[in-house]
C-alpha cells in the first residue's frame, strides 16, 4: 500500500475531481476507423483496440446477437464487440460511475451507424436500490464494490454512492426478447463478479453464453473457489484467459486459483 493511500483510508482526502473527454480514433485494417471518447483522467490509458482482438471476439459472437458487458468503463471493452455483432446486434454496457459515464455515452454515441451499444447507468445488484462503491482516488477512474474485502487490503478509499438494479429483472422488463440471443457476458467487478453472475444464472441457463469473469488482486481463496464453483456449478470449463487477441489459455481447475494475483477467465459451456 502506497503512503497516500494510508492518508486517504484514515480520512485526509482531496475534493472530487471531474475531467472531460477528447475524441480520438482506432484505425483497424479491416474494420476501419471507429471513434470513441478517451477519458482525460490522469490514470486513463488509451486501451488499444487491434483487429485481431474484434476476430478474436468474432470466433463467438456473429451478427445480430446480444452481449453484456458489466463494468463498460468509457466503453473500451463494448466497442470491439459492438462491432461483431454489427448494427443489428445489441451490447448492453452497464456502467454505475457517474464520472466516466458520459465518455461511454459518447462512444455509444459517435459509432451509432456501425454498432447498437446501449448506455445503462447502474450496478448489477440482487436487489434495486443505493450501493456504496469504493475508488482509489478523487477523479474515480478505477473502482468498484469490493464486498467481504478489507479497506487496508483493496486500498480504495473514495466512497460513491451509485444506482444498483436487478440486472435479470431489467432484461425480462426493457428488453423482452433479448435473452435468447445473449452470447457473451463479460463481467468486470473488483471481488462482485460472483455476486453479478450469480443474480443471472436462470439467463445462464437458458442462454447458454460464453463468459468472460476477473479473479480479483484483493479475493481470499474462498472467494476465489466460489467463484469458480459457481461457474463450474454453471455447467462451464473454466479457461485462464490468454490475452485480448486469444482468450481460450489451460484450462483451470480449483487448485489453480492462487497462482495469479490478478487474472480473468474465459468460462466455454459444456
Known sequence: MKAKEIFYLLGFQPKPRIYGYEIRSH??????EVRFAHWLHPSQKVQPLTQ????????????????????????????????????TGMVLALEPNPYVFPMLEKTAELNAERMQIVPLEFAATPEDGEVEFEYSDSGFCNGGRHEGISPWKHAHAFKLKVRGRNLAAVLKREFAGLEPRIRYIKVDAEGYDRIVLATLTDSIARARPYIRAEFF??????????????????????????????????????????????????????
Open 27 to 32: 484505425t483497424l485494417a479491416r474494420d476501419g
Open 52 to 87: 485481431q482482438a474484434v476476430d478474436e471476439l468474432r470466433k463467438f459472437l456473429k451478427p445480430g446477437d446480444a452481449a453484456l458487458d458489466i463494468g463498460a468503463h468509457g466503453g473500451d471493452s463494448a466497442l470491439p464487440m459492438g462491432l461483431a455483432v454489427g448494427p
Open 217 to 270: 488482486k484483493g479475493t481470499n481463496g474462498e472467494q476465489r473457489a466460489e467463484l469458480f464453483q459457481l461457474l463450474e456449478g454453471c455447467g462451464y470449463a473454466v479457461h485462464k484467459l490468454e490475452s485480448e487477441e486469444h482468450y481460450l489459455g489451460a484450462r483451470l481447475g480449483i487448485s489453480d486459483l492462487k497462482k495469479w494475483p490478478h487474472f480473468d477467465v474465459f468460462c466455454v459451456p459444456r
